[in-house]
């Protein structure tokens, strides 16, 4: 069974433009959820997404966005990036709502300059 | 709201020595707990968690944890390390009515001497 996939790994922005990021999880998952990671701040939760709809989301500015499609696929979008956007973008996938054991992608690498 | 404390972001281990990875956290309702562990370049692979039921609970790779509640702890034991175990842990939190939502730990790197 394919694990989680995050398109593109690696990425170089320059300040003011945004970014899409897509993630495919697992067959048969239905809950993505993102996580941001940089070594100041550690990993931080961005959002959840169940059955296309926003099911929770972390403490971020609107600038980072997300949406989930029919097929369970996810994409989040950051505008106007900034320095401090440089991270590594997680996604997770899990089965359901109810099962809490989550899968993780390998990431994709925001270098924003 | 949670919280999970890491002691030690970095802990450096004789290879065949015991590893022992501290983890504590803050959570008003019964939560579920997870360790998970991450190589260079690469996404976070589960160890190994806890739901409910055995309060001792065995992962991948020969490690194990122990929930006590009383010390609001999640301690990650492997009683010999490889070489193969330097990479970075994370303990994380994570409570069902808030979704899937896990809150991490700060981290602890941990090195393999030969």
Same mark, same amino acid.
């Given at each position: ?29 239905? %809950? ?41 696929? %996810? ?10 956007? %440089? ?27 | ?114």
């Amino acid at each position: 069974k394919a694990g989680v996939t995050q398109t593109p790994r690696y990425l170089i922005k320059t300040r003011g433009q945004q970014v899409t990021l897509s993630c495919s999880p697992i067959s048969g998952h239905r %809950s993505v959820s993102w996580y941001q990671q940089t070594p100041g701040q550690g990993l931080q939760f961005l959002f959840e997404y169940f059955s296309e709809t926003q099911r929770n989301k972390g403490n971020f500015p609107g600038r980072f966005s997300g949406r989930q499609f029919s097929n369970s696929r %996810s994409e989040m979008n950051v505008s106007t990036l900034e320095l401090g956007d %440089s991270a590594l973008y997680l996604c997770a996938s899990s089965l359901s709502d109810r099962v809490a054991e989550q899968f993780f992608g390998p990431g994709t690498r925001l270098t924003v300059l | 709201a949670q919280s999970v404390t890491q002691l030690g972001s970095h802990v450096s281990v004789s290879e065949g020595a015991l590893v022992l990875l501290r983890c504590n956290y803050s959570s008003s309702v019964p939560p579920y707990l997870f360790w998970y562990v991450q190589y260079p370049n690469q996404g976070l692979q589960l160890l190994l968690k806890y739901t409910t039921g055995a309060t001792l609970v065995k992962g991948i790779n020969g490690f194990e944890a122990e929930f006590k509640k009383s010390e609001t702890s999640f301690h990650l034991t492997k009683p010999s390390a490889h070489m193969s175990d330097a990479a970075e842990y994370f303990c994380a939190v994570l409570i069902k009515a808030a979704g899937n939502k896990l809150t991490f730990g700060g981290g602890t790197r941990v090195l393999v001497k030969p």
